[in-house]
Antibody, heavy 119, light 110 residues
Framework: EVQLLESGGGLVQPGGSLRLSCAASGFTFYSYAMAWVRQAPGKGLEWVSGISANGVYTFYAGSVRGRFTISKDPSQNTLYLQMNSLRAEDTAIYYC????????????WGQGSLVTVSS | QSVVTQPPSASGAPGQRVTISCSGSSSNIGRNTVNWFQQLPGTAPKLLIYSNYQRPSGVPDRFSGSKSGTSASLAISGLQSEDEADYYCATWDVSLNSWVFGGGTKLTVL
């Protein structure tokens, strides 16, 4: 059974940093592309970032490019999202998501981790 | 404002058929396949349809997807109370070089 478990969320001040982790199990982690998707309170879904199966190629939404960095560690079966220069508008639940074998977004999702940016 | 547009709400009585539209452009839906997600209140999204019309295992065949040109649709037949949820379409946008979601459609079962 595929499981994705996010951690690392919390309260951070504007301008601060936070690193989210997503522990993956139940599938061959290094064989699949992964993504982070967020949802601000009461709002819709927003794709944040994606990374290829081999970790070489990374993609970012314009709203986070230059501030967020996605990475994956196959030795730890873990996906990361390093978030710097955080803003109030980054406040959201952050979901880790696995692509399908044909790189379609969202075959499996974690339960989400809440990030609150506030002074 | 999303580059992919969905109606904010939809409704239907139990047993009825309802469709939800997803409208885009030549840089997204017109060039790439569409996925659909269901999000029940307080839970993570769930993949309902991928690659325009493919259903993951475990998704009832009451749910179906289609695409034509720069638009896509999700149809739900035999509507049930447990179908009350938010539904999102998503696709890759070649101009933005990112996945884009529609704004979401809140489905109410009357």
């Amino acid at each position: 059974e595929v499981q994705l478990l996010e951690s690392g969320g919390g309260l951070v001040q504007p301008g601060g940093s936070l690193r989210l982790s997503c522990a993956a199990s139940g599938f061959t982690f290094y064989s699949y592309a992964m993504a982070w998707v967020r949802q601000a309170p009461g709002k819709g879904l927003e794709w944040v970032s994606g990374i290829s199966a081999n970790g070489v190629y990374t993609f970012y939404a314009g709203s986070v490019r230059g501030r967020f960095t996605i990475s994956k560690d196959p030795s730890q079966n873990t996906l990361y999202l390093q978030m710097n220069s955080l803003r109030a508008e980054d406040t959201a639940i952050y979901y880790c998501a696995k692509y399908t074998a044909t790189e379609q977004l969202g075959e499996h999702w974690g339960q989400g981790s809440l990030v609150t940016v506030s002074s | 404002q999303s580059v992919v547009t969905q109606p904010p709400s939809a409704s239907g009585a139990p047993g009825q058929r309802v469709t939800i539209s997803c409208s885009g452009s030549s840089s997204n839906i017109g060039r790439n396949t569409v996925n659909w997600f269901q999000q029940l209140p307080g839970t993570a999204p769930k993949l309902l349809i991928y690659s325009n019309y493919q259903r993951p295992s475990g998704v009832p065949d009451r749910f179906s997807g289609s695409k034509s040109g720069t638009s896509a649709s999700l149809a739900i037949s035999g509507l049930q109370s447990e179908d009350e949820a938010d539904y999102y379409c998503a696709t890759w946008d070649v101009s933005l070089n990112s996945w884009v979601f529609g704004g979401g459609t809140k489905l109410t079962v009357l």
